[in-house]
């Protein structure tokens, strides 16, 4: 078994190496891991198997299990996000901006790797394949640190990439897992400057908490979504009931869903009964304020606590405002800086909105789970940036690479 | 007197209304606020003769005396500092880019203020003004910690900042010192999340160290650089004193000067001597590693502590290299990913080098004291930044903003 600190330095000295891979050789590697898990599917399922059966004897809740679980469509699941990651264009050696000074000197802004990337998650395996997909095309080496309870399945996929890698003749510690499975090991990990260079914490708030307030590496915080739909005086019913329906509901477990829905209270008397009915039809469970418990029967009071939870699962907590500026005022005050929407056929309104709203992303009129590496187009994310230092919402393959600056003269000294 | 949470929350506060500003009334108030330094200078010069007094009584060296001192010509260069932030564009607002998905929404990224900046800084009294005025111009607030001993100047100088904003209708809160002169004080800002967005230390290594080992707000870390420059085998020898001597000696205090001097075996035998005397003649401190040793008189030896030492000062580390990999895994090792040069009229030495040494510029037949908000045509800097997240090198209004995405649709959910 390797120590922390011998997988990290070896991620280092592989991050020299990955820098410099042509975007071919990249392509060609993450073509054939894509060929290799797939064909190794039935080695990665009986290691995912160990893993499940000891989380049922810790008695692991269903949908925990159900993250952790593999077969052999999610395998394909995975093979299919590494091939598409293939496709992206390189971020590395863009140049980014240039100009030329008075003097003569040429200075020209280039894309570079970040070097090493640390990612510390919970149990869900696949986050072991798309994060090695994305550093690995960025340039850099990838250190995983898997939760212990996904232990045995990313050690799998591990295996499998660096057995590739090897094959292709690109260093293995291009993927780097951490094999130490304590506790301390993460937080050892936080504190390796000289190893890593940024820290990637994806999971739940505690998790991602612990990265934030105890890394001296520099840390990009993601994910926690306290996302809000404000509904306008002017918005249109049926657009409104179609964006709030999918914003809650249409996943619930994930960070863009939308956990407070607030509404304007002209809007309110003539549209919450039937919005609050369509939400209850779907059985979702409501916490309001008084003036929105009048527009339906048995809305659960709601606690200072519901403005500020994300839920993750059917329930919304709902509040009545007399317009977009205490709507924003809320927001700003209770949100996590994820996604934040309005509905609004007002520009005034919209604008003021779109303005003010301190978030990464801020919808007008479309839904808070647009949020999304895919739907912005990115191909594929690392996970949703909630800070607002380096980026800031989906982080794709550009978010997650640094930059230098190439200054060409021709003997210039300063004067 | 505010304790430092009150500072805090009223810069948070007044960072929702600096975003509001337009251009033009932040240009308004950077050339009131430049006309009343001028006007008030006997006020300022009052208020740091009390600072030198007591630095003076402390003892403290001549060459941090004259860091300290403040005198009508350097505050008539404050002002004309300010004057020239308030000629340079807006970054607020900028639309970075957009684009239009296949489902219709309108995506566009744009640029944001940060929100609240602590700046961390030691008795450098000019540095109040400086920090204070990019900060504003990019829509921050700002939150200043000034050493102890120029905590005199620096209230003074935010005194006349605080009231020219109030007289132009604009919160002075945009301008916050942190009057808690403790050290517990610095510990506290360096926790505060909740109300600082950004950290920036600017100072001596053990400051920046401080901030970055103990701040859980995200930081930018500045400045420490262990420059060096890289004479390959076919460099100009005329070029090569020119630009070795200007690294070295223009000014000897600042982060972008070199520090140690890498030669080619080859050119050390034809040039190596000649170079030595160039930099010796010119009081220079020479520690060198044997072969180095042969090409001059009484050079101390080099130690470990040589290679990775910022001298600051008329010294300079000297080793002779094979070659251009050599002088890169040296760089590499020893550097702080600040300023690198190579010197040489090889294209492909010079490829390696711009492609391999990590570091925010590399520089090539130029010298290493070009790294500077100035002489990238930034028009100003807040510092220059040597980690690899955010920005990296010189940090200008653009490197201390954010990003918003705002989406824009007409109803979209997603399928």
Redesign the interface.
Do not use: C
């Given at each position: 078994m390797r120590t922390l600190m011998e997988s990290a330095r070896a991620a280092k000295a592989a991050s020299?190496l990955t820098a410099?891979l042509d975007t071919e050789s990249k392509n060609r590697a993450l073509r054939a891991i894509a060929a290799a898990l797939v064909e190794r599917t039935e080695e990665i399922l009986d290691s995912n198997g160990r893993d499940m059966e000891s989380a049922r004897a810790r008695g692991m809740e269903s949908s925990l299990l159900d993250r952790l679980m593999l077969n052999a469509q999610r395998i394909e699941g995975m093979a299919e996000g590494l091939r598409q990651v293939a496709e992206l264009p390189d971020p590395v050696g863009e140049v980014m901006e240039q100009?030329t000074?008075p003097n003569g000197?040429l200075?020209k802004k280039v894309r570079?790797p970040?070097?090493v990337i640390g990612m510390i998650y919970e149990a869900r395996p696949n986050v072991t394949v798309d994060a090695a997909a994305l550093t690995f095309k960025a340039g850099s080496a990838v250190l995983l640190r898997s939760s212990a309870s996904a232990f045995e399945s990313s050690a799998a996929l591990v295996r499998v990439m660096r057995e590739t890698l090897e094959a292709q003749g690109i260093t293995p510690d291009a993927v780097c897992l951490v094999e130490d499975k304590s506790h301390g090991a993460v937080d050892e990990m936080l504190k390796l400057?000289e190893c890593i260079?940024?820290i990637v914490p994806r999971g739940g708030a505690g998790l991602i908490r612990n990265a934030?307030?105890n890394s001296?590496v520099?840390?990009?915080e993601t994910g926690t979504g306290n996302c809000h739909v404000y509904v306008d005086a002017s918005a249109?019913y049926e657009?409104a009931e179609?964006?709030v329906?999918?914003?809650k509901t249409?996943r619930t477990g994930v960070c863009n869903a939308a956990e407070t829905l607030l509404v304007h209270s002209a809007w309110a008397e003539e549209h919450l009964r039937a919005l609050l009915k369509a939400l209850t039809d779907r059985e979702v469970e409501l916490h309001g304020d008084l003036p929105a418990a009048g527009y339906t029967e048995g809305m659960i009071p709601a606690t200072e606590a519901d403005w500020a939870d994300e839920y993750l699962r059917l329930a919304m907590a709902v509040k009545v405002v007399s317009g977009v500026e205490e709507a924003v005022e809320h927001i700003?005050r209770y949100g996590t800086k994820h996604t934040e929407c309005i509905l609004t056929a007002d520009e005034k309104s919209a604008e003021y909105f779109?303005?003010?709203v301190?978030?990464?992303?801020?919808?007008?009129?479309?839904?808070t789970?647009?949020?999304d590496g895919f739907?912005?187009?990115f191909g594929a994310e690392l996970g949703i940036s909630t800070?607002?230092?380096?980026a800031?919402?989906p982080m794709g393959l550009r978010e997650i690479t640094?930059?230098?600056?190439?200054?060409?003269?021709?003997?210039?000294?300063?004067p």
């Open positions: 020299v410099q100009w000074r000197l200075i570079v970040m070097g400057r260079d940024l934030v307030m001296t520099p840390v990009l249109d657009m179609r964006i329906i999918n914003a249409q700003n779109l303005r003010n301190d978030a990464a992303v801020v919808d007008w009129n479309a839904s789970r647009f949020t739907e912005f187009g800070q607002k230092l380096h800031r919402g640094s930059y230098k600056y190439l200054v060409i003269g021709s003997g210039q000294a300063r």
